[in-house]
């Protein structure tokens, strides 16, 4: 395990490879080496969820790796799927779970977290609105994570879009009265976008395009790093 939870803070920054092609092949290793780098220079935790099948090209570099999904499915005669128990021993930290790109039942949400908890595998569970959020803010995952599915790849940041999305999905977490933090994505391309989603009161990013797609790695992840520590 590279970060222990308390170790997370409150400037947790997700860059979610998802399936570009800027991330294929052997340029996954290039962007996890510059996030463990600057995740070192900022003191932030970083963490990279690539394409499942690269998860193994970059295990070594420290940083936190995150599965993209999980599947609820058992050990065993399951062919295809990603199951949790079996993705662990390939040394990630946990998972992204119920991403808008990927949504589950909530059966399999609950199951799937609780899973996840047993493993001591950290859980990011993805919501679109607030009633989301203090829904499954109950289970406990280590961070929900609101995104309006409509500002994904965007360019316009849920923070300038929809800032009380944001404030309101903090509250629903906090109404929960447990360890859960709240990380917002969608849209977010810059440092000011991240600056502002930290003073709604969100404890991170999780962030895809924005970072992937950016010409020049080192010097936006950096940007985003400046502006987790901005408040
Ligand atoms: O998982 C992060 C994601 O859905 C946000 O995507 O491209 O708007 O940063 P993007």
Same mark, same amino acid.
């Given at each position: ?16 490879c ?11 290793i #290039?962007?996890?080496k510059? +996030?463990? @780098?600057?995740s ?5 935790? /970083? *963490? &990279?969820? %690539?394409?499942?099948?690269?998860i ?18 058992k ?26 790109e ?16 047993k ?6 569970l993805c919501? #679109?609105?607030?009633?989301? +959020?203090? @829904?499954?803010?109950?289970?406990n995952?280590?961070? /929900? *994570? &609101?995104? %309006?599915p ?13 800032p ?8 629903a ?6 360890s ?24 991170g ?6 970072i992937?797609k ?11 790093? #400046? ?5």
């Amino acid at each position: 395990m590279r970060n222990s939870p308390n170790q997370l803070g409150n400037n947790m920054f997700i860059i979610n490879c998802k399936n570009y092609n800027e991330i294929a092949g052997d340029k996954i290793i #290039k962007i996890a080496k510059t +996030a463990e @780098k600057i995740s070192r220079k900022y003191k932030i935790p /970083i *963490a &990279i969820a %690539p394409p499942h099948h690269l998860i193994p090209l970059i295990t070594k570099f420290k940083i936190m790796i995150l599965a993209q999904h999980m599947d609820d499915k058992k050990v065993g005669s399951t062919t295809g799927f990603m199951v949790p128990e079996i993705v662990k021993k390939s040394k990630i930290d946990g998972s992204i779970i119920n991403h808008s790109e990927h949504r589950i039942s909530e059966k399999e949400i609950k199951s799937l977290v609780k899973r996840l908890q047993k493993l001591k595998l950290k859980t990011v569970l993805c919501v #679109k609105n607030v009633n989301e +959020a203090k @829904k499954y803010a109950k289970l406990n995952p280590t961070f /929900i *994570a &609101i995104e %309006p599915p409509e500002l994904i790849g965007t360019g316009r940041a849920i923070s300038t879009e929809r800032p009380a999305l944001i404030t309101n999905a903090v509250q629903a977490v906090k109404n929960a009265r447990n360890s859960t933090k709240l990380l917002c994505g969608a849209g977010i391309v810059s440092g000011q976008d991240v600056s502002k989603a930290k003073e709604l009161g969100s404890k991170g990013i999780l962030v895809a395009s924005g970072i992937v797609k950016a010409k020049n790695w080192e010097k936006i992840i950096s940007e985003f790093c #400046k502006g987790l520590k901005s408040q």
